[in-house]
């Protein structure tokens, strides 16, 4: 029986599965992700690896492995995998899987709780109340965003940057712009601006729905923030290093944009008291996929890899 480190507890049906195919070792300190030298030591001694974000796999940690690497593969937890260098791993006859589809609608639902709680100042107003700041009703209190009817501008469509187009424009009435690499269609009506700035400046709200990785460090930078209305709303649900964190603090101190929605961190789990501090801000703790079916949905995703492998069969997910 192969030999498999999961790197953070999951949920108990996907220990039971695992069980069933593996001998499985769970890893006791999982506050923080694996350093590279811990990731080099896991690839020394284990067959198969299920990580998930903050592990780092890195071209350092493959290095230091060397010709002592034993494991063969590495079943993402999760749809991003930017934690992982992938040529690094192919280099070293390692494959990579990772979980795309069954986080999808659950990290569109977490766009749409940010973009109502940021726009109508929910998250603002539960600690005025939570204070004992409240004194009443009035025709003045409060005053948020109307959401409906609004433009949206998805930055990065794929599966996510669609349901979350989808959402806006169906549920809500909305417009929709979008940014995307490539060339895409779309099931409803959307409009295609090539350039960046050009979508952050013809949006009322900003959805950042691209995946993370070198190509898209520090992506949404100080021009573009610049670009936005005044009135703007800005949120991220893809990676915190996607947007330069710097930049967006300066835009809303300075009212260059009103407010902003975040659910992911340069930095995780350190986030700027500049940011804790700011009533525009709604903050969520990474909660993306933070369902018991979603999770458990990731987790029997990233073991069907590993199965697979077992049995000899190509890995559904790969990378």
Not at 24 to 38: C, D, H, N, Q, Y
Request: aromatic share 6%.
């Amino acid at each position: 029986m192969k030999t498999l480190l999961i790197t953070r507890l999951l949920p108990e049906a996907n220990i039971a599965t695992a069980r069933q195919h593996f001998d499985v070792t769970i890893r006791e300190e999982e506050s923080a992700g694996l350093t590279p030298a811990e990731a080099a030591d896991a690839m020394k001694t284990y067959d198969l690896i299920l990580p998930t974000l903050g592990d780092a796999f890195t071209a350092e940690a493959f290095e230091m492995a060397g010709a002592d690497l034993r494991c063969k593969v590495l079943a993402n937890f999760g749809v991003g995998y930017n934690h992982i260098d992938v040529d690094a791993a192919k280099a070293a006859g390692v494959l990579v899987s990772n979980t795309p589809g069954a986080v999808t609608d659950a990290t569109a639902d977490i766009a749409m709780t940010l973009i109502l709680s940021t726009c109508r100042r929910a998250s603002e107003g539960e600690r005025v109340l939570r204070a004992g700041n409240w004194h009443g009703w009035g025709p003045t209190q409060m005053l948020g965003m109307h959401v409906t009817g609004k433009t949206v501008g998805i930055i990065g469509m794929g599966r996510i940057g669609q349901a979350i187009a989808h959402r806006c424009h169906y549920g809500f009435g909305m417009d929709v712009v979008f940014y995307n690499r490539s060339a895409k269609e779309t099931a409803f009506p959307a409009r295609q601006i090539d350039d960046l700035a050009g979508v952050m400046a013809a949006a009322d709200i900003v959805v950042v729905a691209v995946p993370g990785g070198a190509e898209t460090n520090k992506l949404i930078n100080g021009d573009c923030f610049a670009a936005m209305k005044p009135s703007g709303v800005f949120v991220n649900i893809a990676r915190g290093d996607v947007v330069d964190e710097p930049a967006l603090i300066s835009a809303l101190q300075d009212g260059q944009i009103a407010g902003a929605g975040l659910d992911v961190y340069a930095q995780e789990p350190f986030v700027p008291l500049a940011l804790r501090e700011m009533d525009n801000v709604t903050l969520l703790p990474h909660l993306g996929t933070a369902a018991l079916e979603v999770r458990e949905d990731m987790g029997q995703m990233a073991l069907d890899n590993l199965i697979a492998f077992e049995e000899g069969r190509d890995l559904p997910q790969a990378v």
